[in-house]
């Protein structure tokens, strides 16, 4: 158990809709990361964030956004959703979010666009 | 930019056999750090060894190691008389020291150990 927890675990949705996935990182760890997997792009950083700001950004589409809150659990946005969204989203987290630290991530939440 | 190549996508192997899967990654940086990552069936990815480019030693943990050769830019992992639980997708990572920045993944190489 990695101690960081993404729910909901599935989510099936169909296309045009809009969905929150959220993320409770690990005790202690102040930074948050979100990725998504998919079969032909493999992992993809989308964003990271450091303590509520936004410390880097990746390929994440502008139909897509995140935050995190005071108490530091995050939420992923996906809106206009498309059958090419379909994938597993992970969160990870780190301690201060320096490139050195090993991420430490969630189970991934399974998103399916009917 | 960083960039991290698994050029195995597949590998089977009989149980109790060793298996080395190979990674290569491409930095211009010298302060770098690499890392493995396991991902069993039930999908979730657990983090295996950090490696910093400052130290190449190789590493033992029980039936896995890793062999880090700069001269090569290769970071391989070898587990010693395979099981059927090491059935995984394993990731190569790469990421720099600063702060903002992401890990850069392999694309992953799909091990299956047989019975």
């Known amino acids: 158990d990695s101690g960081v927890t993404q729910t909901p675990k599935h989510l099936i949705t169909a296309t045009g809709q809009r969905v929150t996935l959220r993320c409770s990182p690990r005790?202690?760890?102040?930074?948050v990361y979100w990725y998504q997997q998919s079969l032909d792009q493999g992992l993809q950083f989308l964003i990271q964030?450091?303590?509520?700001?936004?410390?880097a950004k990746g390929n994440i589409l502008e139909r897509f956004s995140a935050q995190q809150f005071p108490d530091l659990h995050s939420e992923l946005n996906l809106s206009s959703l498309e059958l090419g969204d379909s994938a597993l989203y992970f969160c990870?987290?780190?301690?201060?979010?320096?490139?050195?630290?090993?991420?430490?991530f969630g189970d991934g939440t399974r998103l399916s666009i009917l | 930019a960083q960039k991290v190549t698994q050029a195995q996508t597949e590998i089977s192997v009989v149980e109790k056999e060793d298996v080395t899967l190979d990674c290569v990654y491409e930095?211009?940086?010298?302060?770098?750090?690499l890392f493995w990552y396991k991902q069993p069936p039930s999908g979730e990815l657990v983090f295996l060894i950090r490696?910093?480019?400052?130290?190449?030693q190789n590493e033992i943990s029980g039936r896995y190691s890793w062999n880090f050769q700069k001269s090569t830019s290769s970071f391989n992992f070898t587990i010693t008389a395979s099981q059927v639980v090491d059935s995984a997708v394993y990731f190569c990572?790469?990421?720099?020291?600063?702060?903002?920045?992401?890990?850069?993944f392999g694309p992953g190489t799909r091990l299956s150990v047989l019975p």
């Open positions: 990870a987290s780190s301690a201060t979010g320096e490139g050195k630290q090993p991420q430490h």
């Open positions: 005790s202690g760890d102040l930074s």
């Open positions: 964030y450091y303590n509520g700001e936004e410390r």
């Open positions: 930095t211009r940086d010298t302060t770098y750090y």
């Open positions: 490696r910093n480019s400052f130290d190449e």
């Open positions: 990572a790469l990421t720099l020291p600063t702060y903002g920045q992401n890990f850069v």
